[in-house]
């Protein structure tokens, strides 16, 4: 089956410090990759939804120059949280939709979780 | 944009009985309906899936029904057992030309008590 990656699966930085997460689709090629936002026993917030070779396209409220996502190539989309502060502190979840037949399906990576001291 | 609402928002059920989770959607442009599985510090998993032209799936002990005209959805696990225990979440979405992307509901914490 489709297997994502992500890495890495903890950070602790500083506040202040910048902190990139690179989500990777293993065996098949990802037209479309999303980041999203777990808080604590809540839902999966998109953050925003990334094509590969161009600019991401960011949900309402999210701060782009915040959160920085780069999708270089068909298996590879990183979201770089620059200054991060206590409040970025949460768990990152990427996922990515195949290009190939089930083109509907999302398959998730095991996530990052965040914390900002 | 889509709207999920999903209920319950958490279920107990004793090992062996069945359990129903419902979601509502708002688009009716949505065509595509997966159900993610999340067990705890675990990313979602895909359960099940259906699309806008199917009515009803089944998987073994899972089932996903599709009402389109209510604009509604249901998961049903039956002869549930412990390991059933997790976060389950429902999802809509439009497949095709254009923009995707999936809009979940907040979850339904399941509890199987053995």
């Known amino acids: 089956g489709a297997v994502v990656s992500q890495h890495p699966s903890r950070v602790i930085c500083k506040s202040g410090t910048s902190v990139k997460i690179e989500c990777r689709s293993l065996d098949f090629q990802a037209t479309t990759m999303f980041w999203y936002r777990q808080f604590p026993k809540q839902s999966l917030m998109l953050m925003a939804t990334s094509n590969e070779g161009s600019k991401a396209t960011y949900e309402q409220g999210v701060e782009k120059d915040k959160f920085l996502i780069n999708h270089a190539s068909l298996t590879l989309s990183t979201l770089t949280v620059t200054s991060a502060h206590p409040e970025d502190s949460s768990f990152y979840i990427c996922?990515?939709?195949?290009?190939?037949?089930?083109?509907?399906?999302?398959?998730f990576g095991p996530g990052t979780r965040l914390t900002v001291l | 944009g889509e709207n999920v609402e999903q209920h319950p928002s958490t279920l107990s059920v004793q090992e062996g009985d069945s359990a129903v989770i419902k979601c509502t959607y708002s688009?009716?442009?949505?065509?595509?309906f997966p159900w993610y599985k999340q067990e705890l510090g675990k990313r979602p998993q895909l359960i099940i899936d259906i699309r806008s032209n199917v009515g009803e799936k089944k998987d073994q002990r899972i089932a996903v029904t599709l009402n389109k005209t209510a604009k509604h959805f249901s998961l049903h696990i039956t002869e549930t057992q412990p390991e059933d225990s997790a976060v389950y979440f429902c999802a809509a979405g439009s497949s095709g030309a254009g923009s995707y992307q999936l809009t979940f509901g907040k979850g339904t914490k399941l509890s199987v008590i053995p």
């Open positions: 996922s990515a939709k195949s290009a190939g037949r089930y083109t509907d399906t999302q398959y």
């Open positions: 688009d009716s442009a949505s065509n595509y």
